[in-house]
């Protein structure tokens, strides 16, 4: 029996935490799933057990220490003993030992190590919209295999959806690991999530702002009217009540509108002329106070 340190690829003395790691290591390597089955594969497989199992822990390696002892020292005296009475042989006390010995590493190379799969991490990027109303997406995992996974409506960017069972396959019967799937939400061009709310900059005239207006708005669920108050101005902010968010087991967020006052692209004459012969306008100062700062 080679010494089973070497067996490991191991300095004599190397503790739980190194034995660990190199049958790990080793076990990967020849396990049939990755190098094939053969006799020779199978048979370094076992040998590979058999040496783990001797070396495990420290009850395993104490046991091994005082073995290997016993063996090294019934090498050093002769193998039969005199009898007690003439024609009787002698039965060797090594007999014993190495019977022992040797059944019990026969049953540890019958002995498979147990092992929970590894974990397996992924990405998926999924639209504003899909994160905030919930989506059905298709996740391609190792080895071709693809799954329709759920998003949760109102999931926030970078949250990981565990699936159960569907990492890397587990040893010796243990079960498998999971597949973490992170998900990336864009950026959307009009809506910016504040938590469970949704915030919204809406351009509206100059006639709206000032005279009122009922307007289409759209929300994150669809368009909605949203009257505009007359005297509004740049910066007035309006809600719409529980149009935000609407995470499971939450109660749902709202949506603010941020009104900004637009002015035509092209001149208009007539509105300039106005602007100029507007007495309360030209007399308006609206920074006011910056230069007290």
Do not use: C
């Amino acid at each position: 029996m080679r010494d089973p340190y070497q067996i490991l690829g191991l300095n004599p003395g190397a503790g739980n935490a190194e034995v660990k790691a190199a049958y790990r290591k080793l076990a990967k390597q020849l396990h049939p799933d990755t190098q094939g089955e053969s006799a020779a594969q199978h048979a370094r497989f076992q040998e590979v057990t058999a040496a783990y199992n001797q070396l495990k822990d420290e009850a395993s390696r104490r046991r091994f220490e005082a073995e290997r002892l016993a063996a090294a020292a019934m090498r050093r005296r002769p193998r039969f003993e005199e009898a007690g009475s003439p024609g009787q042989s002698a039965h060797a006390p090594s007999d014993d030992i190495f019977s022992e010995l040797f059944e019990g590493i026969r049953s540890a190379g019958k002995r498979v190590f147990r092992a929970r799969g590894d974990d397996q991490t992924y990405r998926l990027t999924v639209s504003f919209l899909e994160a905030a109303n919930g989506a059905k997406k298709r996740v391609t995992l190792a080895g071709g295999k693809t799954l329709e996974l759920a998003i949760p409506a109102g999931i926030e960017n970078g949250r990981q959806i565990r699936l159960r069972g569907q990492g890397g396959e587990g040893h010796g019967g243990a079960e498998a690991g999971d597949a973490l799937v992170t998900v990336d939400v864009e950026a959307h061009p009009f809506f910016r999530r504040e938590g469970s709310d949704i915030h919204l900059s809406l351009p509206v005239t100059l006639a709206e702002a000032v005279l009122g207006a009922r307007i289409e708005v759209p929300t994150v669920t669809g368009t909605v009217n949203l009257s505009i108050p007359a005297g509004s101005n740049t910066g007035t902010r309006l809600r719409l009540k529980g149009r935000g968010l609407k995470p499971d087991g939450a109660e749902p967020g709202d949506q603010y509108v941020i009104l900004a006052v637009t002015l035509p692209d092209a001149p208009d004459d007539s509105l300039r002329d106005f602007a100029a012969s507007w007495a309360t306008g030209l007399k308006h100062n609206p920074r006011k106070g910056f230069s007290d700062s």
